[in-house]
């Protein structure tokens, strides 16, 4: 479908997927990760994503221009596990088409 992207999403296992994601239906990165079972269930997205709990922390690999952190984000940061320069989390980070070739690696579990 034209609405979809590639992105690369490195699991904690350490293999890659390359995966469609879509961009019409509002869904953001760690609801992708969700959909196509890439983290087992309950060990991402437990806060539903509200970005009070990190557990869709990832490292983003490529050089893609993200939305600025916003405020919680950047709180629920500070307090978790294993964070890098390059961790966000994924329920803050939108499915648009200029995130085509995204790269990520999902954070350990903590």
């Given at each position: 479908?034209?609405?979809?992207?590639?992105?690369?999403?490195?699991?904690?296992?350490?293999?890659?997927?390359?995966i469609d994601a879509p961009t019409d239906m509002a869904m953001n990165?760690?609801?992708?990760?969700?959909s196509y079972e890439l983290a087992p269930e309950g060990t991402i997205?437990?806060?539903?994503?509200?970005?009070?709990?990190?557990?869709?922390?990832?490292y983003v690999l490529s050089d893609h221009e993200l939305p600025e952190?916003?405020?919680?984000?950047?709180?629920?940061?500070?307090?978790?596990?294993?964070?890098?320069?390059?961790?966000?989390?994924?329920?803050?980070?939108?499915?648009?088409?200029?995130?085509?070739?995204?790269?990520?690696?999902?954070?350990?579990?903590?």
């Amino acid at each position: 479908m034209e609405q979809d992207i590639k992105i690369t999403i490195i699991d904690r296992d350490g293999e890659a997927h390359e995966i469609d994601a879509p961009t019409d239906m509002a869904m953001n990165l760690m609801e992708v990760v969700r959909s196509y079972e890439l983290a087992p269930e309950g060990t991402i997205g437990v806060c539903g994503g509200m970005a009070m709990c990190a557990s869709c922390q990832c490292y983003v690999l490529s050089d893609h221009e993200l939305p600025e952190m916003q405020d919680d984000e950047e709180a629920m940061l500070s307090e978790a596990f294993d964070v890098q320069e390059n961790s966000r989390l994924g329920c803050q980070i939108a499915i648009t088409p200029e995130l085509e070739g995204l790269k990520v690696e999902l954070a350990p579990e903590s």
